[in-house]
């Protein structure tokens, strides 16, 4: 079946079907029995025009800027949205014109959807360039160094990495992660596990609401420094300080945590071929 087919299904399936989401999850599961993950994780997250200009209207720019790092940051939980085309980058803009009284005043907010813009031109102009290393690794390390395949712990969320784990289940039980969230999680996969961006890339893709290879491809790049001057990674006194330090506070691995050290200790360490 055609995807303008199972579009039209759908919608007349919506249609046909009275009564909550909860009737509506089964149904579609069953039409759509060969495109359905491979999982029972259904997202709470609601979609439809209603649910994305609710979100819209109570956008916070300068709150989003004070705190947009930490997990508890007011963020505007867009990007599912945006990614979906229900409203466009220029809505959110005119937004911010309405209630702020002076641009700076939304400037953080404004950087992010620059970046957005500027990706997907990027996209645009590459194609499938984007799964391929724009740059060589800038870790010391070679593309053959990497690992082809995540880790199945990670994947299983049994890593005894507290955090690790609950940003494994989040993804692949909501379809969303903080930026934050997605940052750590990516620089464990390709600088603690030595695993190739590509495969973190694909897994993200396969489980976030708003994932496309635009932003998504690009920023696991950028963490491995394949589009990027130097590596991203972090260290437990930056994901303690942005977590309000919720998952070291309940790790079993809190006393030996591959994250506790300073960043020259850490670089020495994950990047000892590094010039």
């Known amino acids: 079946m055609s995807n303008s087919a199972k579009d039209l299904l759908a919608a007349a399936a919506v249609e046909r079907i009275e009564g909550t989401r909860d009737t509506y999850v089964p149904y579609l599961r069953q039409v759509f029995a060969d495109v359905v993950g491979e999982d029972e994780a259904v997202s709470e997250t609601r979609g439809g025009l209603a649910a994305a200009q609710e979100r819209l209207a109570k956008i916070q720019p300068l709150r989003y800027g004070q705190s947009r790092n930490f997990l508890a940051g007011a963020v505007t939980g867009l990007s599912a949205y945006l990614r979906h085309g229900v409203i466009s ?114 897994w993200f893709l396969q489980h976030l609401l708003d994932g496309d290879p635009a932003s998504n491809n690009l920023s696991w790049q950028w963490v491995a420094s394949t589009f990027s001057h130097k590596p991203y990674f972090f260290n437990r006194q930056n994901l303690e300080r942005y977590s309000a330090g919720q998952y070291c506070r309940r790790c079993a691995m809190g006393d030996r945590c591959p994250f506790d050290a300073t960043y020259e200790e850490l670089e020495v360490r994950l990047f000892p071929h590094k010039a």
């Open 89 to 202: 980058l220029a809505a959110v803009r005119d937004r911010l014109r309405e209630v702020v009284a002076h641009p700076h005043e939304a400037e953080a907010l404004l950087q992010q959807l620059a970046w957005r813009d500027y990706w997907q031109r990027l996209y645009a102009r590459w194609g499938d360039r984007l799964w391929q290393d724009i740059e060589p690794y800038k870790t010391g390390w070679q593309a053959t160094d990497y690992a082809t395949d995540l880790p199945p712990a990670l994947v299983a969320a049994e890593t005894g990495l507290a955090c690790m784990d609950a940003f494994s289940r989040d993804l692949q039980e909501t379809g969303y992660l903080h930026n934050h969230a997605r940052l750590w999680l990516a620089a464990y996969v390709v600088h603690w596990c030595r695993v190739r961006w590509q495969a973190g890339a694909a």
